[in-house]
């Protein structure tokens, strides 16, 4: 049974940092993308971040360019959301994905949600102001 676990959301304020992790079990994630999606409440799940496999091609939102950082541990089957200068607006519960991708640098970010295979219940994370 493949499972996607997230950890490490919590109360933040604005300004802060949170390390969000998320284990992979149950097959082999070899060749497959891994990343974040977000959604606040009231809001569609959006992208956030996606590494491929061997971490050469690293994409983020806009939105959290310069403040996030996503990396990951293959040999632990994990990925990490280093997020820094928290704001307001980053409040949202945030999901771990995996899905195999033909051409992910280029691919839409619609074409990233539709496209992933697997999916974390999620953890949530509230920023104060």
């Known amino acids: 049974q493949v499972q996607l676990v997230e950890s490490g959301g919590g109360l933040v304020q604005a300004g802060g940092s949170l390390r969000l992790s998320c284990a992979a079990s149950?097959?082999?994630?070899?060749?497959?993308?891994m990343g974040w999606f977000r959604q606040a409440p009231g809001t569609e799940r959006e992208f956030v971040a996606a590494?491929?496999?061997?971490?050469?091609?690293?994409r983020y939102a806009d939105s959290v360019k310069g403040r996030f950082t996503i990396s990951r541990d293959n040999a632990k089957n994990t990925i990490y959301l280093q997020m820094n200068s928290l704001k307001p607006e980053d409040t949202a519960v945030y999901y771990c994905?995996?899905?195999?991708?033909?051409?992910?640098?280029?691919?839409?970010?619609?074409?990233?949600?539709?496209?992933?295979?697997?999916w974390g219940k999620g953890t949530l994370v509230t920023v104060s102001s």
């Open positions: 994905a995996a899905g195999r991708f033909s051409a992910f640098t280029t691919a839409t970010k619609g074409t990233l949600y539709d496209g992933m295979d697997y």
């Open positions: 149950g097959r082999t994630f070899s060749g497959y993308v």
């Open positions: 590494r491929n496999w061997f971490g050469s091609v690293t």
